[in-house]
């Protein structure tokens, strides 16, 4: 009797957790992507099924543009928020998970056959050059405090950037490279553009909560991500997807 009243115990509390998981965000490379036939893939589906399947959740998914994705989980329509970098603004609008699961090199693209430009780190160096950034990107603390003197352009999306780049819209285009070389190798870009160094910076991307309603679920989540990386699982999935942890 004990036994089975224990038994029933550790069963109740196994899913005391339990829920309908919603994570929405927009299509990163190798991060959150959907193939031709509906399947949701990458390394943050594969974590977030793991994460529900341990904590006996039900998880679905959709890719929106990034700024509704963001304002879904906002205004409490989804629960989890994929891949966002963590700032001060984004942190009065969710609650962010306790470890990043993926980072990414910011940096500069700019056309293989443009005149000499110069960029040795100094946001002074680039003088008149035009530049374009992605729409509700963000490129690291320096980058964003230049943000104002610079005045970038800015691109719809990725693949708006990388147009304007290579029809001499804009000089420089700042990006990631995780993002950027798989979209140039889909668009047939890729010999027609250089990565310059030094990098921007490094920004690691999390999972994100809503702020009303998800603080048990986040909480039991990075539990449960504790495990999975204690356990090398998570250097297993990213090894799978060629994704940097942080």
């Known amino acids: 009797m004990i036994r089975l009243v224990l038994c029933l115990f550790a069963l109740i509390s196994s899913q005391a957790y339990a829920a ?16 031709g036939d509906g399947e949701y893939v990458g390394l943050s589906v594969d974590i977030i099924r793991a994460l529900a399947r341990q904590n006996g959740d039900t998880v679905s998914f959709d890719i929106f543009p990034w700024r509704r994705a963001q304002w879904m989980v906002e205004n409490g329509h989804a629960q989890i928020l994929i891949g966002p970098y963590k700032t001060a603004e984004r942190e009065t609008k969710f609650t962010f998970a306790q470890r990043p699961f993926y980072q990414d090199v910011m940096a500069f693209y700019v056309r293989r056959d443009a005149m000499a430009l110069n960029w040795d780190g100094n946001y002074a160096s680039l003088g008149n050059s035009k530049l374009a950034v992605i729409n509700g990107w963000v490129y690291g603390q320096r980058f964003e405090s ?29 990006t990631n490279l995780r993002n950027s070389d798989a979209l140039l190798n889909k668009m047939g870009l890729s010999a027609k553009v250089l990565i310059l160094q030094p990098f921007i910076d490094r920004q690691d ?42």
């Open 20 to 35: 309908q998981v919603y994570a929405v965000g927009t299509e990163f490379a190798r991060i959150f992507e959907r193939k």
């Open 205 to 246: 991307g999390y999972l994100a909560y809503c702020k009303v309603g998800c603080d048990a679920l986040r909480v039991r989540y990075d539990e449960l991500f504790e495990q999975l990386y204690v356990s090398n699982a998570l250097h297993d999935m990213a090894r799978k997807y060629e994704v940097r942890l942080p």
């Open 146 to 174: 230049a943000r104002s003197v610079l005045k970038p352009a800015v691109a719809n999306s990725l693949e708006n950037g990388l147009n304007m780049l290579v029809a001499k819209r804009v000089d420089f285009l700042a």
